[in-house]
Each structure stands twice: as structure tokens, then as C-alpha cells.
Nanobody
Framework: QVQLVESGGGLVQPGGSLRLSCTAS????????IGWFRQAPGKEREGVSC????????YYADSVKGRFTISRDNAKNTVYLQMNSLKPEDTAVYYC????????????????????WGQGTQVTVSS
């Protein structure tokens, strides 16, 4: 069964850190571009970060640049999103997604990811 599973969400105080994981089953993640997205209640889905499969290039939304870091661990078939200096406005459900493995580069544009989407993990930043 081909699927992505996110984990690592939770409740954290402002200024704290979390590391989200996106683990694949049924396919090898390193051949696919992976994107992280988030959606807060009443807001549109937002592209947060992505990592390309071709050369490992990474991209970040301006709102998280300098605070979040995306990385791959091919041995664990997992992509991580390290989130530091968290703010209340980072509160959202976070999703990871894979493309079809045919392009190589990644995007913060959701329609790029026509492969698999995870079920999401809740991140709440509050004191």
C-alpha cells in the first residue's frame, strides 16, 4: 500500500521547537519531490517547504524562512521538517505530499503533488 504518514505534531509554547516526520510506505521516497503544506482553520492551504529529488534543493515560504529546515533520511525513507522559534501563527494541520517522481524539482504549489498525501498532523503553538 502506497502511503505517507506524518508524525511529530503536538502542543508547544511560542519559541519552542518540533520535528515533523513524513514516512513513506510502499515506495522509495528519495525518487520523489516532497512538499510540506499546512492549513489553519478558516484559511487556505499554504505551501511551507519542499525538497527536490534531483539535487536535494530546498525551498521555503517567506513566513518560515530561517526557522524551518527540511531534510531527507533516505535510509529511513523519511523526510523531516524541523521547526524552530515557533509562533502562534504556525498553528495548523501539517501535511506532506509526494509528486509523481517524473520531474525532479519541487514546488510550494499544491497541484504539483499528484502522488500521495498524508493524513496530516496537528501543530498547536500556544502558551
Amino acid at each position: 500500500q502506497v502511503q505517507l504518514v506524518e508524525s511529530g505534531g503536538g502542543l508547544v509554547q511560542p519559541g519552542g521547537s518540533l520535528r515533523l516526520s513524513c514516512t513513506a510506505s510502499g515506495f522509495t521516497l528519495d525518487y520523489y519531490a516532497i512538499g510540506w503544506f499546512r492549513q489553519a482553520p478558516g484559511k487556505e492551504r499554504e505551501g511551507v517547504s519542499c525538497i527536490s529529488s534531483s539535487d536535494g534543493s530546498t525551498y521555503y515560504a517567506d513566513s518560515v524562512k530561517g526557522r524551518f529546515t527540511i531534510s531527507r533520511d533516505n535510509a529511513k525513507n523519511t523526510v523531516y521538517l524541523q521547526m524552530n522559534s515557533l509562533k502562534p501563527e504556525d498553528t495548523a494541520v501539517y501535511y506532506c505530499a509526494s509528486d509523481l517522481g517524473t520531474i525532479g524539482w519541487c514546488s510550494l504549489y499544491a497541484p504539483h503533488y499528484k502522488g500521495s498525501w498524508g493524513q496530516g498532523t496537528q501543530v498547536t503553538v500556544s502558551s
